[in-house]
Protein backbone atom coordinates (compact mmCIF):
# COMPACT_ATOMS: atom_id res chain seq x y z
CA UNK A 1 0.00 0.00 0.00
CA UNK A 2 1.40 3.90 -0.72
CA UNK A 3 1.05 6.45 2.36
CA UNK A 4 -0.27 9.56 0.93
CA UNK A 5 -2.02 12.12 2.51
CA UNK A 6 -2.77 10.76 5.80
CA UNK A 7 -3.96 7.50 4.06
CA UNK A 8 -3.28 4.55 2.95
CA UNK A 9 -4.19 3.87 -0.66
CA UNK A 10 -4.31 0.69 -3.23
CA UNK A 11 -3.00 1.40 -6.52
CA UNK A 12 -6.75 1.27 -7.70
CA UNK A 13 -7.19 3.97 -5.42
CA UNK A 14 -4.39 5.89 -6.13
CA UNK A 15 -5.43 5.73 -9.99
CA UNK A 16 -9.08 6.69 -9.03
CA UNK A 17 -7.81 9.71 -7.57
CA UNK A 18 -5.81 11.34 -10.21
CA UNK A 19 -5.75 11.30 -14.26
CA UNK A 20 -2.08 10.69 -13.63
CA UNK A 21 0.59 9.93 -10.62
CA UNK A 22 2.37 12.47 -11.93
CA UNK A 23 -0.19 15.01 -10.48
CA UNK A 24 1.82 14.43 -7.05
CA UNK A 25 4.50 11.61 -7.94
CA UNK A 26 6.68 10.71 -10.39
CA UNK A 27 10.19 11.12 -12.47
CA UNK A 28 10.58 12.96 -15.25
CA UNK A 29 13.23 13.85 -17.56
CA UNK A 30 14.39 17.59 -18.27
CA UNK A 31 17.30 19.76 -19.68
CA UNK A 32 18.56 22.83 -17.34
CA UNK A 33 19.11 25.77 -19.52
CA UNK A 34 20.68 28.72 -18.89
CA UNK A 35 24.24 29.70 -17.33
CA UNK A 36 26.89 27.31 -16.36
CA UNK A 37 24.03 24.68 -15.90
CA UNK A 38 23.24 24.94 -18.97
CA UNK A 39 22.44 21.57 -21.37
CA UNK A 40 22.55 19.11 -18.62
CA UNK A 41 19.74 16.62 -18.41
CA UNK A 42 18.18 16.03 -14.95
CA UNK A 43 15.94 13.78 -13.77
CA UNK A 44 13.04 15.08 -11.12
CA UNK A 45 12.13 12.58 -8.28
CA UNK A 46 8.49 13.73 -6.23
CA UNK A 47 7.59 10.62 -3.97
CA UNK A 48 4.24 12.70 -2.92
CA UNK A 49 4.85 12.78 0.79
CA UNK A 50 6.91 16.14 -0.23
CA UNK A 51 10.20 14.48 -1.00
CA UNK A 52 11.62 16.01 -3.88
CA UNK A 53 15.51 15.83 -4.98
CA UNK A 54 16.77 16.18 -8.85
CA UNK A 55 19.70 13.56 -10.09
CA UNK A 56 22.25 15.43 -12.82
CA UNK A 57 22.31 12.38 -15.58
CA UNK A 58 25.59 14.27 -16.84
CA UNK A 59 27.17 14.60 -13.64
CA UNK A 60 27.92 10.85 -12.61
CA UNK A 61 23.81 10.39 -11.98
CA UNK A 62 24.34 12.54 -8.28
CA UNK A 63 21.78 14.32 -6.23
CA UNK A 64 22.01 17.98 -6.82
CA UNK A 65 18.28 19.10 -4.93
CA UNK A 66 16.82 18.02 -2.06
CA UNK A 67 14.16 19.52 0.07
CA UNK A 68 11.32 18.03 2.13
CA UNK A 69 7.81 20.33 2.05
CA UNK A 70 9.77 23.24 0.74
CA UNK A 71 12.88 22.95 3.49
CA UNK A 72 16.33 22.85 1.45
CA UNK A 73 18.08 19.49 2.55
CA UNK A 74 21.18 19.11 0.01
CA UNK A 75 23.71 22.41 -0.47
CA UNK A 76 23.62 24.28 -3.44
CA UNK A 77 27.23 26.12 -3.53
CA UNK A 78 28.29 29.03 -5.34
CA UNK A 79 29.81 27.17 -7.77
CA UNK A 80 25.96 26.09 -9.08
CA UNK A 81 25.98 22.90 -11.32
CA UNK A 82 28.42 23.31 -13.80
CA UNK A 83 28.10 21.45 -16.76
CA UNK A 84 31.06 18.99 -17.40
CA UNK A 85 32.04 20.52 -21.11
CA UNK A 86 32.97 23.82 -18.60
CA UNK A 87 35.24 21.37 -16.20
CA UNK A 88 39.16 21.82 -16.48
CA UNK A 89 39.95 18.49 -14.38
CA UNK A 90 43.97 19.39 -14.08
CA UNK A 91 43.44 23.19 -13.30
CA UNK A 92 44.61 25.11 -10.45
CA UNK A 93 47.20 22.71 -9.50
CA UNK A 94 44.53 20.05 -8.76
CA UNK A 95 42.07 22.13 -7.35
CA UNK A 96 39.53 22.75 -10.11
CA UNK A 97 37.08 20.32 -8.38
CA UNK A 98 36.12 23.35 -6.32
CA UNK A 99 34.76 25.02 -9.10
CA UNK A 100 32.32 21.98 -10.09
CA UNK A 101 31.45 21.12 -6.14
CA UNK A 102 27.56 21.55 -5.19
CA UNK A 103 25.21 19.28 -4.23
CA UNK A 104 23.45 16.95 -1.98
CA UNK A 105 25.72 14.44 -3.27
CA UNK A 106 29.14 14.71 -5.02
CA UNK A 107 30.64 11.00 -5.93
CA UNK A 108 34.84 10.98 -4.89
CA UNK A 109 36.93 8.25 -7.32
CA UNK A 110 36.93 5.53 -9.05
CA UNK A 111 40.76 5.15 -8.47
CA UNK A 112 41.44 8.33 -6.04
CA UNK A 113 39.55 9.90 -3.25
CA UNK A 114 41.17 13.20 -1.24
CA UNK A 115 44.07 15.43 -1.79
CA UNK A 116 45.81 15.38 -5.12
CA UNK A 117 48.29 12.38 -5.30
CA UNK A 118 51.18 11.39 -8.26
CA UNK A 119 50.73 7.40 -8.37
CA UNK A 120 52.99 4.84 -10.05
CA UNK A 121 51.43 3.86 -13.17
CA UNK A 122 53.80 0.96 -14.24
CA UNK A 123 50.53 -1.93 -14.05
CA UNK A 124 49.15 -0.15 -17.06
CA UNK A 125 52.58 -1.09 -18.56
CA UNK A 126 52.64 2.05 -21.15
CA UNK A 127 56.64 3.46 -20.17
CA UNK A 128 55.30 7.04 -21.38
CA UNK A 129 53.06 7.38 -18.35
CA UNK A 130 55.48 7.10 -15.25
CA UNK A 131 52.11 8.60 -13.03
CA UNK A 132 48.96 8.90 -12.93
CA UNK A 133 48.59 12.23 -11.80
CA UNK A 134 44.81 12.65 -9.59
CA UNK A 135 43.74 16.06 -8.70
CA UNK A 136 41.50 16.44 -5.09
CA UNK A 137 38.66 13.82 -5.19
CA UNK A 138 38.87 12.13 -8.56
CA UNK A 139 37.39 11.91 -11.85
CA UNK A 140 34.02 10.74 -11.72
CA UNK A 141 32.22 13.65 -10.46
CA UNK A 142 31.48 15.37 -13.33
CA UNK A 143 31.74 12.28 -15.98
CA UNK A 144 28.18 11.89 -18.20
CA UNK A 145 26.52 9.12 -17.32
CA UNK A 146 24.34 6.73 -19.80
CA UNK A 147 20.92 6.93 -19.07
CA UNK A 148 19.93 3.12 -19.15
CA UNK A 149 16.28 3.70 -18.11
CA UNK A 150 13.84 5.71 -15.54
CA UNK A 151 10.41 5.62 -14.53
CA UNK A 152 7.89 4.35 -12.05
CA UNK A 153 7.39 0.28 -11.31
CA UNK A 154 4.31 -0.46 -9.40
CA UNK A 155 4.46 -4.01 -7.75
CA UNK A 156 1.47 -5.03 -6.35
CA UNK A 157 -0.06 -2.03 -4.71
CA UNK A 158 3.61 -0.36 -3.87
CA UNK A 159 5.14 1.75 -6.58
CA UNK A 160 8.82 2.68 -6.92
CA UNK A 161 9.85 5.33 -8.86
CA UNK A 162 13.92 4.70 -10.09
CA UNK A 163 16.82 5.69 -12.72
CA UNK A 164 19.88 3.64 -13.46
CA UNK A 165 22.99 4.36 -15.53
CA UNK A 166 26.36 3.71 -15.96
CA UNK A 167 29.11 6.33 -15.52
CA UNK A 168 32.38 5.46 -17.24
CA UNK A 169 35.91 6.10 -16.28
CA UNK A 170 38.08 5.46 -18.95
CA UNK A 171 41.52 6.23 -21.15
CA UNK A 172 43.05 4.10 -23.49
CA UNK A 173 46.74 2.50 -21.85
CA UNK A 174 45.08 3.31 -18.12
CA UNK A 175 41.52 2.61 -16.51
CA UNK A 176 38.76 1.51 -17.28
CA UNK A 177 36.40 1.49 -14.35
CA UNK A 178 32.32 1.79 -14.50
CA UNK A 179 29.84 2.66 -12.17
CA UNK A 180 26.56 1.55 -12.49
CA UNK A 181 24.21 3.59 -9.89
CA UNK A 182 20.43 2.77 -9.41
CA UNK A 183 18.55 5.12 -7.50
CA UNK A 184 14.75 4.53 -5.99
CA UNK A 185 12.39 5.91 -3.93
CA UNK A 186 9.31 4.68 -2.92
CA UNK A 187 6.02 6.98 -3.31
CA UNK A 188 4.47 7.33 0.19
CA UNK A 189 8.39 7.46 1.55
CA UNK A 190 10.69 9.86 2.60
CA UNK A 191 13.61 7.41 1.58
CA UNK A 192 15.81 7.61 -1.02
CA UNK A 193 17.60 4.22 -1.91
CA UNK A 194 21.22 4.57 -3.70
CA UNK A 195 22.81 1.29 -5.26
CA UNK A 196 26.04 0.98 -6.86
CA UNK A 197 28.37 -0.75 -7.90
CA UNK A 198 31.83 0.20 -9.18
CA UNK A 199 33.03 -2.72 -12.15
CA UNK A 200 36.23 -2.83 -13.81
CA UNK A 201 35.63 -3.45 -17.21
CA UNK A 202 39.30 -3.58 -18.31
CA UNK A 203 42.22 -5.96 -18.42
CA UNK A 204 44.64 -3.91 -16.22
CA UNK A 205 44.44 -4.57 -12.47
CA UNK A 206 43.38 -1.79 -11.40
CA UNK A 207 43.19 0.49 -8.17
CA UNK A 208 39.94 1.60 -6.57
CA UNK A 209 38.83 4.48 -4.18
CA UNK A 210 35.43 5.18 -3.23
CA UNK A 211 33.95 8.31 -1.55
CA UNK A 212 30.73 10.28 -1.11
CA UNK A 213 30.58 13.95 -0.03
CA UNK A 214 27.20 14.30 1.13
CA UNK A 215 26.55 17.92 1.57
CA UNK A 216 24.16 18.75 4.34
CA UNK A 217 22.73 22.89 3.83
CA UNK A 218 20.30 25.14 5.83
CA UNK A 219 18.07 25.04 7.44
CA UNK A 220 18.78 21.31 8.73
CA UNK A 221 22.67 22.65 9.11
CA UNK A 222 21.80 25.90 11.47
CA UNK A 223 23.13 27.11 14.84
CA UNK A 224 22.23 24.48 17.38
CA UNK A 225 22.27 21.85 14.85
CA UNK A 226 23.11 18.32 16.79
CA UNK A 227 25.48 15.64 14.87
CA UNK A 228 24.56 12.22 16.21
CA UNK A 229 26.69 9.00 15.24
CA UNK A 230 28.00 6.08 17.06
CA UNK A 231 31.20 6.91 17.22
CA UNK A 232 33.52 4.89 19.24
CA UNK A 233 36.34 7.18 18.89
CA UNK A 234 37.68 10.63 17.27
CA UNK A 235 40.83 9.48 15.29
CA UNK A 236 41.89 12.45 13.45
CA UNK A 237 41.10 16.50 12.87
CA UNK A 238 42.78 18.55 10.24
CA UNK A 239 42.50 21.34 12.79
CA UNK A 240 43.94 19.70 16.31
CA UNK A 241 47.45 20.70 15.20
CA UNK A 242 46.46 24.52 15.75
CA UNK A 243 44.43 26.10 18.72
CA UNK A 244 42.07 23.10 18.70
CA UNK A 245 39.64 25.39 19.98
CA UNK A 246 40.16 28.67 18.18
CA UNK A 247 37.01 28.73 15.42
CA UNK A 248 34.51 27.88 18.10
CA UNK A 249 33.56 24.68 16.19
CA UNK A 250 33.21 21.36 17.35
CA UNK A 251 32.58 18.18 16.35
CA UNK A 252 28.96 17.78 17.79
CA UNK A 253 26.86 21.07 18.01
CA UNK A 254 26.92 23.56 15.28
CA UNK A 255 27.59 27.09 15.39
CA UNK A 256 25.79 29.49 13.05
CA UNK A 257 27.82 31.06 9.73
CA UNK A 258 31.02 32.54 10.57
CA UNK A 259 33.60 34.76 8.02
CA UNK A 260 37.14 33.67 7.27
CA UNK A 261 36.33 30.05 8.40
CA UNK A 262 38.55 27.54 7.30
CA UNK A 263 37.29 24.07 6.46
CA UNK A 264 37.42 21.50 9.30
CA UNK A 265 37.36 17.86 8.58
CA UNK A 266 37.42 15.18 11.27
CA UNK A 267 37.06 11.10 10.98
CA UNK A 268 35.29 9.09 13.23
CA UNK A 269 35.58 5.46 14.08
CA UNK A 270 31.98 4.60 13.95
CA UNK A 271 30.59 1.18 15.16
CA UNK A 272 27.98 -1.01 13.29
CA UNK A 273 24.54 -2.13 14.79
CA UNK A 274 23.64 -6.17 14.61
CA UNK A 275 23.18 -5.75 10.53
CA UNK A 276 26.39 -3.95 9.87
CA UNK A 277 25.17 -0.71 9.64
CA UNK A 278 26.14 2.70 10.48
CA UNK A 279 23.93 5.43 10.78
CA UNK A 280 24.46 9.10 10.77
CA UNK A 281 22.08 11.96 10.91
CA UNK A 282 22.61 15.77 11.18
CA UNK A 283 19.20 17.27 12.54
CA UNK A 284 17.95 20.71 13.69
CA UNK A 285 15.55 20.30 16.99
CA UNK A 286 14.34 23.79 16.16
CA UNK A 287 12.62 23.42 13.50
CA UNK A 288 12.29 19.72 13.77
CA UNK A 289 13.92 18.71 10.53
CA UNK A 290 16.94 16.00 10.34
CA UNK A 291 18.66 14.01 7.45
CA UNK A 292 19.82 10.33 8.03
CA UNK A 293 22.10 9.03 6.57
CA UNK A 294 22.72 4.62 6.40
CA UNK A 295 25.95 3.19 5.37
CA UNK A 296 27.27 -0.57 5.43
CA UNK A 297 30.53 -1.26 7.67
CA UNK A 298 31.61 -3.47 5.01
CA UNK A 299 31.95 -1.11 2.58
CA UNK A 300 32.53 2.31 3.75
CA UNK A 301 35.22 1.43 6.79
CA UNK A 302 36.33 4.77 7.54
CA UNK A 303 34.05 7.89 7.81
CA UNK A 304 34.89 12.10 7.62
CA UNK A 305 32.92 14.89 9.16
CA UNK A 306 33.32 18.12 6.40
CA UNK A 307 32.32 21.42 8.22
CA UNK A 308 32.42 24.11 5.42
CA UNK A 309 31.13 27.30 7.81
CA UNK A 310 32.21 30.16 5.93
CA UNK A 311 29.15 32.78 5.51
CA UNK A 312 27.88 32.27 1.91
CA UNK A 313 29.30 28.89 1.89
CA UNK A 314 27.42 27.32 5.05
CA UNK A 315 27.52 23.42 4.95
CA UNK A 316 28.07 20.45 6.48
CA UNK A 317 29.30 17.18 5.05
CA UNK A 318 28.83 13.41 5.97
CA UNK A 319 31.24 11.60 4.26
CA UNK A 320 32.01 7.91 4.06
CA UNK A 321 34.62 5.95 2.81
CA UNK A 322 36.74 3.13 1.31
CA UNK A 323 39.83 4.20 2.98
CA UNK A 324 41.26 6.43 6.00
CA UNK A 325 42.07 10.54 5.58
CA UNK A 326 45.23 9.86 4.94
CA UNK A 327 44.80 9.25 1.50
CA UNK A 328 46.20 6.66 -1.30
CA UNK A 329 50.04 6.69 -0.12
CA UNK A 330 48.60 5.73 3.67
CA UNK A 331 46.38 3.01 1.99
CA UNK A 332 49.05 1.90 -0.45
CA UNK A 333 51.81 1.56 2.48
CA UNK A 334 49.59 -0.21 4.88
CA UNK A 335 48.36 -2.77 1.99
CA UNK A 336 44.42 -1.09 2.44
CA UNK A 337 44.46 -0.19 -1.35
CA UNK A 338 41.65 -2.23 -3.30
CA UNK A 339 42.83 -4.11 -6.65
CA UNK A 340 40.28 -5.22 -8.93
CA UNK A 341 41.12 -7.48 -12.17
CA UNK A 342 38.82 -7.66 -14.88
CA UNK A 343 35.28 -8.53 -14.20
CA UNK A 344 35.78 -7.41 -10.17
CA UNK A 345 33.11 -5.70 -8.59
CA UNK A 346 32.58 -3.51 -5.31
CA UNK A 347 29.01 -2.67 -4.56
CA UNK A 348 27.56 0.14 -2.14
CA UNK A 349 23.92 0.39 -0.76
CA UNK A 350 23.38 3.41 0.90
CA UNK A 351 19.88 4.66 2.70
CA UNK A 352 19.28 8.74 3.07
CA UNK A 353 16.33 9.39 4.81
CA UNK A 354 14.42 12.54 5.80
CA UNK A 355 13.91 12.68 9.71
CA UNK A 356 10.33 14.95 9.79
CA UNK A 357 9.07 16.25 13.06
CA UNK A 358 10.44 15.65 16.74
CA UNK A 359 9.36 11.87 16.73
CA UNK A 360 11.53 10.49 14.22
CA UNK A 361 14.57 12.70 15.49
CA UNK A 362 13.98 10.97 18.67
CA UNK A 363 13.89 7.74 17.29
CA UNK A 364 16.72 8.08 14.96
CA UNK A 365 18.80 9.49 18.02
CA UNK A 366 17.53 6.35 20.03
CA UNK A 367 18.66 4.04 17.27
CA UNK A 368 21.71 5.48 17.02
CA UNK A 369 22.36 5.93 20.85
CA UNK A 370 21.93 2.08 21.20
CA UNK A 371 24.58 1.22 19.10
CA UNK A 372 26.86 3.22 20.73
CA UNK A 373 26.98 6.41 22.71
CA UNK A 374 29.46 9.15 21.13
CA UNK A 375 31.66 11.59 22.83
CA UNK A 376 30.29 14.09 25.44
CA UNK A 377 32.35 17.03 24.49
CA UNK A 378 32.39 18.79 21.12
CA UNK A 379 36.53 18.58 21.06
CA UNK A 380 37.35 15.06 21.94
CA UNK A 381 41.35 14.17 21.80
CA UNK A 382 41.62 12.82 18.17
CA UNK A 383 43.43 9.10 18.90
CA UNK A 384 45.36 8.60 15.78
CA UNK A 385 44.68 4.88 15.83
CA UNK A 386 44.16 4.05 12.30
CA UNK A 387 42.43 0.31 12.71
CA UNK A 388 43.85 -1.93 10.40
CA UNK A 389 41.20 -2.23 7.09
CA UNK A 390 40.41 -6.35 6.41
CA UNK A 391 40.48 -8.03 3.63
CA UNK A 392 42.56 -5.92 1.69
CA UNK A 393 45.92 -7.63 0.57
CA UNK A 394 48.50 -5.55 -0.65
CA UNK A 395 49.24 -6.07 -4.72
CA UNK A 396 51.54 -4.66 -6.94
Not at 148 to 171: A, P
Not at 318 to 343: C, M, Q, Y
Request: glycine share 12%; proline share 5%.
Amino acid sequence: MVDLFGRRMSRRAVAAHCGALSQFAGVRLMTLGDGVERGIRMLEFRTGTGLRFTVLVDRALDIADCEHKGRAVGWNSPAGFRHPGLHDYEGEGGLAWLRSFSGLIVTCGLDHILFMDDDDASHYVYRPRETVSSSLHGRIGTIPARLTGYGERWDGDECTLWCEGVVQQSTVFGEDLHLIRRIEAKVGSDEIRLHDRVVNHGFYRTPHMYCYHINVGHPVLAEGSRYLAPIAETVWAAHAGDDYRKQGAGYRTLPAPQMNFHEQVWQHEMVADAAGEVPVALVNDAVGLGFEVVTRKDQFPCQYQWQNLQSGQYAMGIEPSTNHVLGKPFARERGELIWLDHGDERRYDTVLRILDGGAAIAGSEARIRAIAPQPDTDYPEPTGDYRPIAGRGARA
